[in-house]
C-alpha cells in the first residue's frame, strides 16, 4: 500500500520564517552569530528582533509554507 503524496512543507523555509496572525512573515536577522564583542550593545540588541519580510518576498515563502495561511 503506497501512501498518496500530499503537498509538504518546506523544512528549511519553516524553520527560517514566522507567520504572524495577521499574514505578515518575519525572519531574523543576519549578523547575530559569532564576533559579537566588535559589536555596540544597541546593534546586538536590534540585531535579537525579528524584521518583517519584504512583500516582494512573501509570496515564495508562503508558497513554500501551504499548511500555515
Known amino acids: 500500500m503506497r501512501r498518496p503524496k500530499g503537498i509538504k512543507t518546506k523544512k528549511s523555509v519553516a524553520k527560517r520564517f514566522k507567520?504572524?496572525?495577521t499574514g505578515k512573515v518575519l525572519r531574523s536577522h543576519?549578523?547575530?552569530?559569532?564576533?559579537?564583542?566588535?559589536k555596540k550593545p544597541k546593534r546586538?540588541?536590534?540585531?535579537?528582533k525579528a524584521a518583517t519580510v519584504d512583500p516582494t518576498d512573501t509570496y515564495r515563502i508562503l508558497q513554500s509554507l501551504p499548511f500555515s495561511h
Open 19 to 21: 507567520i504572524t496572525g
Open 30 to 38: 543576519a549578523g547575530r552569530r559569532h564576533l559579537l564583542q566588535g
Open 44 to 48: 546586538r540588541r536590534a540585531l535579537g
